[in-house]
């Protein structure tokens, strides 16, 4: 698969809310999208984050920045751009934000059925190397619509001893 090189990864502004809203629609399903969304705004005030392409926003992620360590949401990539290294560049330029030496990141409720992203996350440890994010827990039947666990992923830097 060809790999994207020109992708601008940046704060989202006001104007990207309707693409990001329109994408998250298409990928998580409306209901389910727009009840969380309305969610985290309330109860989090978190940060928003686009990659765009040739003017085209291709990807979001959502998080919340705290002093020292970072609450990660959603990492979301329109599926005609998947597989292009969008989500990882999402994902490095999330861990960057912290610019810590130990940067804690936390990603909680990840879908036990979300292959994908369980593959694309064990990806990012190994391209990474010596860091990367590993379950922590799981949490029986957490998802009542399907009766799925959920997964709580922590980022841990330099695990093997860097
Ligand atoms: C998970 C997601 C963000 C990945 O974004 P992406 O831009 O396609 O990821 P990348 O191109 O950076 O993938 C890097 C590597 O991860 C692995 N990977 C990513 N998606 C994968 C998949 N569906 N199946 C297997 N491996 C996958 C691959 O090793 C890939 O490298 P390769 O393409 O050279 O083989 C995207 O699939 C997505 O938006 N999924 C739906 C939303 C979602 O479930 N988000 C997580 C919960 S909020």
Known sequence: MNKILSVDVRPAVSSDTSSIFA?????????SFENY?????????PQYMVAQHNGQVVGFAI???YPGRIHLFIVAVHPDWRRKGI?????EMIITKLNLKKPLITMEEV?????????????FRKKIGKSGFIATKVIWGFFEDTGEDAYVFKFFPFMFGN
């Open 23 to 31: 994408m998250g629609v298409q990928i998580f399903s409306e209901e």
């Open 111 to 123: 879908r036990d059925g979300n292959l994908g992203f369980h593959l694309f996350l064990r990806d």
């Open 37 to 45: 969304f309305k969610y985290l705004s309330k109860k989090y005030r």
């Open 63 to 65: 998080y919340k920045l």
């Open 87 to 91: 989500g990882s560049r999402m994902l």
